[in-house]
C-alpha cells in the first residue's frame, strides 16, 4: 500500500508543480531497508540469501539540507552494490553511515538503526533546498548515484578525486527503494522523454560508469577501430559497454557462461561472441590450469578477430583478472572498476611490465560524465537493458535474482508507478528507436 499523503496523491494524480509544492512532506514514507541488528545473521552461513535482510516499513523523512532535493521515485533498479549492502559485505553498510555521520551537521541524519538502500531510480522533483539553482520542484529526472562534496578543491578537476564522495544508497542513507528519496542537487540529470518511468530509472549508474571506463578522459578513451573484451556482456555493466564500443566505432568482443546469453548478443548485433563453457573457461577456483584457460581465452579471441584486444573492460575480478591482464596486447589497457568474484587479484606481472600494458582504476562517473552518457539516451544511441520489473513488494527477489546471476542487462522495481509504461512524453522518438531495440532485453526474457 501507498502512504496516504496528500503528497503522494497529488503525485500520483499529476499534479502541477505548485500543488506539489504546496502539498506537506509526509513524516514518513514507505521503504525497502536494513536493520542495523541484523548485520550478523549471516555469520557461518554460505548462502546469504538477501531476502532475509531486506524488511518493508514506514521510515522518517529526514530534514532537507540547502542542497538537497526530494524526489517521488516512481522508479528504481537493482545495482550489484545492492547485493552487497544486503549481505554486509565486503564491511556493513552501517558503518559507512557511522563514518559519514562524523562530518556532523547534515552528515548525521545518515546514521540510523535503518538504511535504505538502492542507487538507481526516476521520479519527480516535489522540494527543492535552498541552494539548488538548477532545479524546480514537478521536474522529472534520474538520479545519478555520485554523491560528490562540489566545495572540495579536488572536485573541480574530477568530482572522483574528491575525498568526499559516496555512492548515494550505499554510503549514504535515503537511496532509491522507497516512495521518496533525498539526493544532492547535483545527483540529477533530466529523465528521457521517450522512456517509461522503469526504463528511465535503470540506467544512470551502469551508463555513467561504463560510459567513463571506455569514453571518458579518465578512461581507455576508446577510437574507431579498437577491439574491446567484454567480460559478462549482457550482464547490467556489460550490455552498456558493448553498445558504447559498437556506437565508438569499436569491435566488441563479448564473454558471456551460456548459449542463452549468446542469442542475446547476436540479437544487438555482436559478431564476435565467446562462451566461457564452449573454450574452458570454468573452474575458476582450480588454479593449477589458469595458464590453460589465458592461452585458450587469447587464442578464442585470435580466432574471431585476428588480433589481441587494445581494451579489456573488467569488472569480475579475482577470477578474470589474471586473464584479462594475459591477453590485452602490447601496450593495451586493462580498465577495472569492480571485483564482484573476490578483490584479491593475482596476476603475473610479467605480462604488464615487458609488455608495457596499463591498468586504468575506474569508479562511476562524475556529474559531466553521468550528463553526457544520459545525452545518449535521450538521443536514441543507446537503449535501457531493462530486463525485468519487480513490484515494489518483491525488492527481495528482484535483489536475489541478481545476486545469483539470473538475469540479463538490469532488473528495475517500481515504486510509486502503480504499473509498468507509464511516463512516456515523447511517442514520437519512441516510435523512431523502435520498440523492438527499446524492449530487447524484456522480450528476450519473455
Given at each position: 500500500?501507498?502512504?496516504?499523503?496528500?503528497?503522494?496523491?497529488?503525485?500520483?494524480?499529476?499534479?502541477?508543480?505548485?500543488?506539489?509544492?504546496?502539498?506537506?512532506l509526509?513524516?514518513?514514507?514507505?521503504?525497502?531497508?536494513?536493520?542495523?541488528?541484523?548485520?550478523?545473521?549471516?555469520?557461518?552461513?554460505?548462502?546469504?540469501?538477501?531476502?532475509?535482510?531486506?524488511?518493508?516499513?514506514?521510515?522518517?523523512?529526514?530534514?532537507?539540507?540547502?542542497?538537497?532535493?526530494?524526489?517521488?521515485i516512481?522508479?528504481?533498479?537493482?545495482?550489484?552494490?545492492?547485493?552487497?549492502?544486503?549481505?554486509?559485505?565486503?564491511?556493513?553498510s552501517?558503518?559507512?553511515?557511522?563514518?559519514?555521520?562524523?562530518?556532523?551537521g547534515?552528515?548525521?541524519?545518515h546514521?540510523?538503526?535503518?538504511?535504505?538502500?538502492?542507487?538507481?531510480?526516476?521520479?519527480?522533483?516535489?522540494?527543492?533546498?535552498?541552494?539548488?539553482?538548477h532545479?524546480?520542484?514537478?521536474?522529472?529526472?534520474?538520479?545519478?548515484?555520485?554523491?560528490?562534496?562540489?566545495?572540495?578543491?579536488?572536485?573541480?578537476?574530477?568530482?572522483?578525486?574528491?575525498?568526499?564522495?559516496?555512492?548515494?544508497?550505499?554510503?549514504?542513507?535515503?537511496?532509491?527503494?522507497?516512495?521518496?528519496?533525498?539526493?544532492?542537487?547535483?545527483q540529477?540529470?533530466?529523465?528521457?522523454?521517450?522512456?517509461?518511468?522503469?526504463?528511465?530509472?535503470?540506467?544512470?549508474?551502469?551508463?555513467?560508469?561504463?560510459?567513463?571506463?571506455?569514453?571518458?578522459?579518465?578512461?581507455?578513451?576508446?577510437?574507431?577501430?579498437?577491439?574491446?573484451?567484454?567480460?559478462?556482456?549482457?550482464?547490467?555493466?556489460g550490455?552498456?559497454?558493448?553498445?558504447?564500443?559498437q556506437?565508438?566505432?569499436?569491435?566488441p568482443?563479448?564473454?558471456?557462461g551460456?548459449?542463452?546469453?549468446?542469442?542475446?548478443?547476436?540479437?544487438m548485433?555482436?559478431?564476435?561472441?565467446?562462451?566461457?563453457?564452449?573454450?574452458?573457461?570454468?573452474?575458476?577456483?582450480?588454479?593449477?590450469?589458469?595458464?590453460?584457460?589465458?592461452?585458450?581465452?587469447?587464442?578464442?579471441?585470435?580466432?574471431?578477430?585476428?588480433?589481441?584486444?587494445?581494451?579489456?573492460?573488467?569488472?569480475?575480478?579475482?577470477?578474470?583478472?589474471?586473464?584479462?591482464?594475459?591477453?590485452?596486447?602490447?601496450?593495451?589497457?586493462?580498465?577495472?572498476c569492480?571485483?564482484?568474484?573476490?578483490?584479491?587479484?593475482?596476476?603475473?606481472?610479467?605480462?604488464?611490465?615487458?609488455?608495457?600494458k596499463?591498468?586504468?582504476?575506474?569508479?562511476?562517473?562524475?556529474?559531466?560524465?553521468?550528463?553526457?552518457?544520459?545525452?545518449?539516451?535521450?538521443?536514441?544511441?543507446?537503449?535501457?537493458?531493462?530486463?525485468r520489473?519487480?513490484?515494489?513488494a518483491?525488492?527481495?527477489?528482484?535483489?536475489?535474482a541478481?545476486?545469483?546471476?539470473?538475469?540479463?542487462?538490469?532488473?528495475g522495481?517500481?515504486?510509486?508507478?502503480p504499473?509498468?509504461?507509464?511516463?512516456?512524453?515523447?511517442?514520437?522518438?519512441?516510435?523512431?528507436?523502435?520498440?523492438?531495440?527499446?524492449?530487447?532485453?524484456?522480450?528476450?526474457?519473455?
Amino acid at each position: 500500500m501507498f502512504t496516504n499523503s496528500p503528497l503522494t496523491e497529488a503525485v500520483l494524480g499529476g499534479a502541477d508543480a505548485g500543488e506539489l509544492a504546496t502539498a506537506p512532506l509526509p513524516e514518513t514514507y514507505r521503504a525497502a531497508f536494513l536493520r542495523r541488528e541484523d548485520q550478523e545473521i549471516f555469520r557461518g552461513e554460505k548462502d546469504k540469501d538477501v531476502r532475509r535482510t531486506l524488511h518493508h516499513g514506514e521510515v522518517p523523512m529526514p530534514e532537507l539540507a540547502p542542497d538537497e532535493v526530494v524526489v517521488a521515485i516512481m522508479a528504481a533498479a537493482v545495482n550489484y552494490n545492492t547485493v552487497w549492502s544486503a549481505t554486509f559485505e565486503p564491511l556493513p553498510s552501517f558503518q559507512f553511515l557511522k563514518h559519514v555521520a562524523k562530518a556532523g551537521g547534515w552528515d548525521a541524519r545518515h546514521d540510523q538503526d535503518f538504511h535504505v538502500i538502492g542507487s538507481d531510480a526516476s521520479g519527480v522533483v516535489v522540494r527543492v533546498g535552498a541552494a539548488v539553482r538548477h532545479w524546480n520542484v514537478g521536474d522529472r529526472v534520474c538520479i545519478t548515484p555520485g554523491a560528490i562534496d562540489e566545495q572540495e578543491p579536488a572536485a573541480q578537476q574530477d568530482g572522483l578525486l574528491a575525498d568526499r564522495t559516496l555512492a548515494w544508497g550505499f554510503e549514504t542513507n535515503y537511496g532509491a527503494f522507497g516512495d521518496y528519496a533525498v539526493v544532492k542537487g547535483t545527483q540529477l540529470i533530466r529523465k528521457p522523454r521517450h522512456l517509461s518511468w522503469e526504463e528511465a530509472a535503470c540506467n544512470s549508474l551502469c551508463l555513467g560508469t561504463a560510459y567513463r571506463m571506455l569514453i571518458s578522459q579518465h578512461g581507455a578513451r576508446i577510437k574507431m577501430g579498437d577491439v574491446v573484451l567484454i567480460w559478462g556482456a549482457t550482464g547490467g555493466l556489460g550490455a552498456y559497454a558493448v553498445q558504447l564500443v559498437q556506437r565508438a566505432g569499436g569491435i566488441p568482443v563479448a564473454v558471456v557462461g551460456s548459449a542463452r546469453k549468446a542469442a542475446l548478443l547476436e540479437k544487438m548485433g555482436v559478431r564476435h561472441i565467446i562462451n566461457r563453457q564452449e573454450i574452458g573457461f570454468t573452474d575458476c577456483a582450480d588454479e593449477s590450469n589458469e595458464m590453460e584457460r589465458w592461452r585458450s581465452l587469447g587464442a578464442a579471441i585470435r580466432k574471431q578477430v585476428g588480433e589481441d584486444p587494445h581494451v579489456v573492460f573488467e569488472h569480475v575480478g579475482k577470477e578474470t583478472f589474471g586473464a584479462s591482464v594475459f591477453v590485452a596486447r602490447r601496450g593495451g589497457s586493462v580498465v577495472t572498476c569492480g571485483s564482484s568474484t573476490g578483490y584479491a587479484h593475482q596476476y603475473d606481472n610479467r605480462h604488464l611490465w615487458m609488455r608495457v600494458k596499463r591498468i586504468i582504476g575506474s569508479h562511476g562517473a562524475n556529474y559531466q560524465e553521468s550528463v553526457e552518457a544520459n545525452r545518449l539516451l535521450e538521443l536514441g544511441l543507446v537503449v535501457p537493458t531493462l530486463s525485468r520489473v519487480y513490484p515494489f513488494a518483491e525488492v527481495g527477489e528482484a535483489t536475489r535474482a541478481v545476486q545469483l546471476n539470473e538475469h540479463e542487462g538490469k532488473v528495475g522495481v517500481l515504486c510509486m508507478a502503480p504499473e509498468e509504461g507509464l511516463g512516456i512524453e515523447d511517442p514520437l522518438l519512441r516510435e523512431q528507436i523502435g520498440e523492438d531495440r527499446l524492449r530487447l532485453f524484456r522480450d528476450h526474457v519473455a
